[in-house]
């Protein structure tokens, strides 16, 4: 049965985005079973989409959103870069001493296909590209753990969506318990007591 699996999260306007962004990927595509060579493909076009869209001037509070999508009809893994930017990037042709302005050379190589749309329901834009993809089976299997064991890289459901785990810091309290903060890749920080069962899904 064709399906069409998607991940979507919003990342701030920092140059630690982009590592960010990539190790998410990477968590994502793991689970769903990519290969070496896709991942790697998918994480150098990705890395010049976000590098590209942190350059748009843009007020400093704009986030910038990231959508991964895999279609099994089509066998295609797309990849989406939403800033709020009105401007639309365009392919430069630099000197060979040049050191910038090869990103979306590298995305119009790497890609099946690539373009820019307006952005769904705001200003701005979004720069997307696909590669094929036909081997991939996004199947995300679920399992339960306690906070304290869940790592950076896991998904858990929160705010109604499945939100990847940027980062996890735990405290311990005067009374002796321990509490597990969440960063997630969109929303607030997460606060859950340590032994508090969590469903997780992504890495082994």
Same mark, same amino acid.
């Given at each position: ?15 630690w985005s982009v590592p ?30 976000v590098t590209n869209a ?33 401007? /639309? ?5 630099? &000197? %060979? ?6 990103? #979306?050379? *590298?995305?119009? =190589? @790497?890609s099946h296909r690539w ?46 969506? /499945? ?5 996890? &810091? %735990? ?6 318990? #321990?509490? *597990?903060?969440? =960063? @997630? ?20």
């Amino acid at each position: 049965m064709a399906s069409q699996v998607d991940v979507s999260f919003r990342l701030p306007r920092r140059p630690w985005s982009v590592p960010r962004a990539r190790a998410a990927l990477h968590a994502v595509l793991g689970d769903w079973g990519a290969g070496d060579d896709l991942l790697h493909t998918a994480e150098l076009v990705l890395s010049e989409l976000v590098t590209n869209a942190l350059r748009v001037r843009v007020p400093a509070d704009r986030q910038v959103g990231i959508r991964i999508a895999h279609s099994s009809a089509a066998g295609l893994l797309r990849l989406e870069v939403s800033d709020a930017g009105s401007g /639309w990037p365009e392919r430069t042709y630099p &000197a %060979t001493e040049d050191e910038h302005g090869r990103g #979306l050379q *590298v995305v119009d =190589t @790497l890609s099946h296909r690539w373009g820019v749309s307006p952005r769904p329901g705001g200003i701005g834009k979004t720069v997307w590209s696909e590669l094929k993809a036909p081997a991939l089976t996004p199947a995300p299997h679920t399992r339960q753990l306690a906070a304290i064991a869940i790592r950076a890289g896991h998904q858990i459901r929160a705010w109604g969506t /499945w939100q990847t785990i940027l980062s996890v &810091a %735990t405290l311990r309290h005067t009374t002796g318990t #321990l509490t *597990v903060t969440l =960063t @997630l890749a969109d929303g607030p920080p997460l606060r859950l007591p340590a032994a508090e069962p969590v469903a997780v899904r992504g890495l082994p």
